[in-house]
């Protein structure tokens, strides 16, 4: 057992800060193959996080602390919508459907998301990484 604390959460926190990319997951899950991806994501302000679609698996995002928007896009690159998910004004998570093309970005330090989909891990293809010109 582990418990999901504010110890637990500003240890990531911190290693995220150290991170040249801004942000550093803590998995549950014991291997990558596993059929069901758990982790903590520790993001900060800064962090790129490409606009990427998963095609064979949804995703879900609570977000435990900080704040952050969700941007979706359709497969021409357009902005289609957005949402603030912030605990403090009660919005605590999304739920992204299996092919919707999104990013996230990242409004304040400390921010933390638990986030759950379908195993196995599979790193994204060249062709669910948008590229805007």
């Not at 990531?12 to 150290?18: C, I």
């Not at 435990?64 to 919508?81: F, Q």
């Amino acid at each position: 057992m582990q418990l999901i604390n504010n110890t637990l959460l500003d240890q990531v926190t911190e290693a995220a800060k150290e991170s040249p990319r801004l942000r550093m997951n803590h998995n549950f899950h014991n291997a990558m193959e596993a059929p069901v991806q758990r982790l903590l994501n520790a993001l900060e302000p800064g962090t790129k996080v490409p606009v990427h679609r998963h095609r064979h698996t949804a995703e879900t995002y609570i977000l435990l602390r900080g704040c952050i928007r969700v941007i979706w896009y359709d497969d021409a690159g357009t902005e289609t919508g957005s949402a603030l998910i912030d605990p403090k004004q009660g919005e605590y998570g999304i739920h992204i459907p299996e092919g919707q093309w999104h990013t996230l970005e990242v409004l304040e330090s400390g921010s933390v998301i638990l986030e759950v989909k379908e195993g196995p891990y599979v790193p994204l293809a060249d062709e669910d990484v948008m590229r805007k010109d």
